[in-house]
């Protein structure tokens, strides 16, 4: 990966602003704003998902007390917001939890985090283009239209790198406008579902009747998957308009929005299945079966096309946000320097997009082609991208107290939030790997930490080539932060 080399793109690592004497990325600034940013971070956790596949796997562990599971779930990504937004409301940047990461815990820890969000953002891509190809194929063939499904895989991924290298707002306008009217169509079978029981209290769910520490255990770490993906709107730290302001809502917002969704439908989908012939965890199409029960056979169709973009807008929106992580650990010459190039006329990180979309697109197809079921290959690779998000968030509470310290800001708050919530971490990170799961999943742990360990030499190896890379790195972060210093401390307006 070598640094030498000239191209006809804008190197966007050797631009400077004049005015303010820092480095920019040669993205387009101030251009997105709060809804847009806001639409990022819905679309990466894509809610209309979680009903259609995650709530079932949830209420086979958790039975009655799923609903309780998401609430658990909820609060702890409430407690992970509340650590970013630490960060998110003194600096901006396209470097998101790496970034952060980096100030708070020094360059090795910040590259290696940085290696395993790549991680976590192309391999969820790859989980979710796999639940766009089985929803697609299902419509076409109600259409009486069969493709392979290596074709639809591949048609979905080019217009989605078509979107993400074309335009941001593009994206982002696209993404919410599928997102709100595959919601409003869940929202809707919801409200059918609670007035055909006449707005009845389930009292087995209120109770927990029948629900175990561990069943809510281990319920919890499949509905922490749920949520993740909710930090991504950080990745738009140079695209926001007023960053310092936008990012830290669209965190917080986009996680307490969907920990909401996910509590009522999961309370209403167990609700819609009782005295059904077939339990929620068994179901095929649970959301389509609900509408079936209901007697709005016509919501089931209009929700299978709502899941099938959701699937979809969550593929742009995990190339988005990896795109613009690579992008900056390309601009700090941790890998090839052209990643770190902006296209001079769209201002998107174009390689780094192309990239990600390779590696979301190569991986979850080779698995297809190997004949192995569209969901089996959603649960392993996105179960591996679970690891990647974990790490990052215990490193992000870890990074707190160390940043903040630096910064002479640190509080007895401070230091308590982040050991809250690096313990109630503990249990959806302990909850996956013990006890280890049966085959194939006892397996996805070590290939992680295999990731790491690869990530790690790469950073030896960089570190052999160019001994100033760690110090250039923490230098380079460090600009950008005394910028937002500044432009907190002058009171312009600017970022905030």
Not at 49 to 74: C, D, E, K, R, S
Not at 85 to 96: H, I, Q, V, W, Y
Not at 100 to 115: D, E, R
Not at 304 to 317: D, E, H, K, N, R
Request: proline share 4%; glycine share 8%.
């Amino acid at each position: 990966m070598s640094n030498s080399g000239e191209s006809s793109i804008a190197r966007p690592s050797l631009n400077v602003d004049s005015k303010k004497g820092i480095k920019v990325s040669g993205l387009r600034k101030e251009y997105l704003s709060f809804t847009e940013v806001f639409a990022q971070a819905i679309a990466l956790i894509a809610p209309s998902a979680t009903p259609a596949l995650v709530i079932p796997l949830v209420f086979a562990t958790a039975g009655n007390g799923t609903w309780l599971a998401y609430l658990f779930a909820l609060l702890v990504i409430a407690l992970v917001a509340a650590n970013v937004n630490e960060f998110t409301k003194r600096s901006a940047s396209p470097g998101s939890l790496y970034a952060y990461i980096v100030k708070g815990l020094g360059a090795n820890v910040g590259v290696v985090s940085g290696w395993a969000l790549v991680l976590a953002y192309f391999l969820c891509a790859g989980a979710v283009l796999c639940g766009f190809i089985n929803y697609a194929d299902v419509l076409l063939k109600l259409l009486g239209i069969s493709f392979p499904y290596i074709a639809i895989g591949l048609v979905g991924a080019a217009v989605c790198w078509y979107i993400a290298f074309r335009d941001i707002k593009l994206s982002a306008r696209i993404m919410l406008a599928f997102e709100t009217v595959s919601l409003v169509l869940i929202f809707l079978l919801a409200i059918i579902v609670l007035v055909k029981h006449g707005f009845a209290i389930d009292h087995a769910q209120l109770t927990l009747s029948g629900v175990s520490a561990t069943s809510i255990r281990i319920g919890l770490v499949l509905a922490f998957f749920s949520y993740t993906g909710f930090e991504s709107a950080a990745s738009l730290g140079d695209e926001a308009k007023k960053p310092l302001r936008t990012i830290p809502k669209a965190i917080l917002g986009s996680a307490i929005f969907v920990g909401l969704f996910f509590i009522i439908l999961s309370y209403t989908e167990v609700l819609g299945f009782i005295g059904s012939s077939v339990t929620l965890d068994q179901a095929q199409a649970p959301l389509a079966n609900l509408a079936d029960y209901n007697g709005v056979h016509i919501f089931g169709t209009l929700i299978s096309i709502g899941a099938m973009v959701s699937f979809w807008a969550c593929f742009l929106a995990c190339i988005n946000a990896g795109a613009r992580v690579l992008f900056s650990m390309g601009q700090h010459k941790i890998f090839f320097s052209s990643i770190g190039d902006a296209h001079e006329t769209n201002k998107t990180p174009h390689i780094a997009i192309t990239v990600i979309t390779l590696l979301s697109t190569i991986i979850p197809l080779i698995l297809v082609g190997l004949g192995n079921a569209l969901f089996d290959i959603y649960g392993w690779i996105g179960t591996i991208a679970t690891f990647g998000f974990l790490l990052n968030y215990g490193l992000i509470a870890l990074s707190v107290p160390a940043y903040l310290h630096r910064e002479k800001e640190l509080k007895t708050k401070h230091i308590v939030l982040s050991v809250i919530t690096v313990l109630v971490l503990l249990i959806p990170i302990v909850g996956s790997v013990y006890p280890l799961p049966a085959y194939p999943y006892n397996l996805f742990p070590f290939i992680f930490l295999a990731w790491l360990v690869v990530g790690g030499l790469w950073l030896l190896i960089r570190n052999f080539q160019s001994p100033d890379v760690g110090s250039n790195l923490e230098t380079s972060i460090e600009t950008i932060h005394q910028h937002f210093r500044d432009v907190r401390a002058g009171g312009d307006g600017e970022g905030i």
